[in-house]
């Protein structure tokens, strides 16, 4: 029986990399880090670095450069990855630019292997292997010498059982290039500019031995440097059990009369869409509904779109987050990717074991994306939806509408399929009067109340009032007192398919 070889996986230190990689990198693989200028290269190469490095296992950086390593770390230095007490004991930075320009290959090999051979480091960088390439073609050798280099680096860096990455500028899969062929791993780094935007993008071209994540991930570069954001990946419940106990159960909404219409409350594990126009109390309700699983011992999670949680209008929400019953995912970054939301909820959704997630709202949601991810909205939500139903927890989302009374709908994106619930919120005109009316349109699988029920907001939140049953054309924003012998009929429906 043959014994299987394991091939030790490094944790990059970079949060969501892993998770692309299928693990991490392989131990001792010779890796390209590419991309056009600007896209952070040279940062994701030092903040693998840092994670890795120790002192029984130092790094060295090789800066082929025109410039001297002391400028590119007096940037580097400003990320919180960046740890000034290693330098000189975990990392060596070696600067081959007289090296490199000189166009003699064997010169620049041969002072990496001294460099190698007197340290023994366990991370190699060389940056930029752009500089390298340059300085062999103006040197008018043959082409494969460029190709025996990489060779032969790639080779002495493996027996000498060190990781590897060359960090070179603007390669692409049409290039001919001998280091797509020699290298183990290969990431690939790019941007687009859209209106005012910048979008940045990373692919696994290549990553040999390992299942990775295909497709292209967005990622960010903040204060702490790179997060990147793999498509989620959640443990779905596991028995079809398991989601009936979970759906047996009622959430309750914090506001009184609502959940006699919902059937007793909102399912375990359903998605609910509160449509409505602005003004419309859509925010107090989601207030209340994390404030009542609060009550329950619950906690939860909102991302806000909205306006921020602090404000006054939202004081329940803010002193809710203060105590840290309810995590908050921060919506003021500029160019959102659907993959970073769906990212920053799960991790909060794991680190308060919370049961309820509010999205406040779909419409600003939209307007807090990147151009390019707008596009492609409708789909991005169904994915949104599933990832949050596949963990069980129960989720409240708000829609802005425009109120017209020619028609009735639920959503701007034809997404209402999607939830699994519906509450409807509307204005009416009663005696040059406005007044608010709400009713329950959908719950998946459960029977619920069929009334147009007026509520009014005061301090202390939603309040349900009485069915109108003296008036008729509600939906249709001016209705018309009934006939006196015209009687009533209101009742429960029957369970929604």
Request: proline letters at 5%; hydrophobic letters at 40%.
């Amino acid at each position: 029986m043959k014994t299987k070889v394991v091939i030790k996986r490094l944790s990059t230190g970079v949060p969501g990399l892993d998770e692309i990689l299928g693990g991490g990198l392989p131990e001792f693989s010779f890796n390209l880090i590419a991309g056009p200028p600007g896209c952070g290269k040279t940062t994701l190469a030092h903040q693998i670095m840092f994670s890795l490095a120790t002192p029984e296992r130092p790094a060295i950086y090789f800066t082929v450069l025109g410039e001297p390593p002391l400028k590119m770390l007096r940037y580097q230095q400003q990320f919180d990855f960046f740890n000034s007490d290693a330098l000189g004991r975990s990392v060596r930075f070696v600067n081959l630019s007289d090296d490199a320009m000189s166009g003699d290959l064997d010169r620049v090999l041969k002072r990496i292997v001294d460099e190698v051979t007197a340290h023994g480091p366990a991370i190699v960088v060389v940056d930029s292997f752009r500089s390298v390439a340059l300085a062999s073609e103006g040197d008018g050798k043959p082409s494969n010498s460029l190709q025996q280099f990489v060779q032969q680096l790639g080779m002495l860096m493996t027996s000498w059982e060190a990781t590897t990455f060359l960090v070179g500028e603007c390669f692409t899969q049409a290039d001919a290039n001998p280091v797509f062929t020699v290298c183990d791993g290969l990431i690939s780094l790019q941007q687009s500019v859209q209106r005012n935007s910048m979008v940045r993008k990373l692919e696994i071209l290549k990553c040999r031995g390992q299942p990775t994540r295909p497709g292209l991930h967005t990622f960010r570069i903040g204060g702490s440097g790179i997060e990147v954001f793999p498509p989620p990946s959640v443990a779905h419940l596991s028995s079809t059990s398991e989601r009936a106990a979970l759906s047996d159960s009622r959430a309750l909404m914090g506001v009184a009369g609502l959940d006699d219409m919902l059937g007793g409350g909102l399912p375990r594990g359903y998605s609910l869409l509160v449509a409505g126009p602005s003004g419309s109390g859509k925010s107090i309700l989601a207030a209340a509904f994390l404030a009542e699983g609060a009550r329950g011992g619950e906690t939860s999670v909102i991302a806000a779109f909205e306006q921020h949680p602090n404000r006054s209008r939202s004081r329940i929400v803010a002193e809710l987050i203060a105590s840290g019953k309810v995590g908050l995912v921060e919506s003021r970054v500029a160019d959102l990717s659907i993959d970073e939301v769906v990212y920053l909820l799960m991790r909060e959704i794991r680190r308060l074991g919370a049961t309820r997630v509010v999205i406040d709202s779909l419409s600003g949601f939209e307007l807090a994306l990147a151009p390019t991810f707008r596009e492609d909205f409708r789909e991005s939500l169904s994915n949104l939806v599933t990832s949050l139903a596949g963990v069980g927890v129960t989720v409240l989302m708000t829609s802005e509408l425009e109120d017209r009374y020619t028609d009735l709908r639920f959503s701007p994106y034809g997404t209402a399929f999607m939830t699994d619930a519906i509450i409807v919120q509307r204005y009416i005109e009663v005696d040059s009067r406005l007044r608010r009316v709400m009713a329950v349109v959908k719950v998946r699988a459960s029977a619920h109340s069929d009334q147009l029920r007026e509520f009014s907001i005061d301090s202390d939140g939603i309040q349900i009032g009485r069915t109108i049953i003296d008036q008729e054309g509600l939906l249709g924003g001016r209705p018309t007192r009934k006939p006196a012998e015209q009687a009533p009929v209101t009742g429960p429906v029957k369970p929604d398919g």
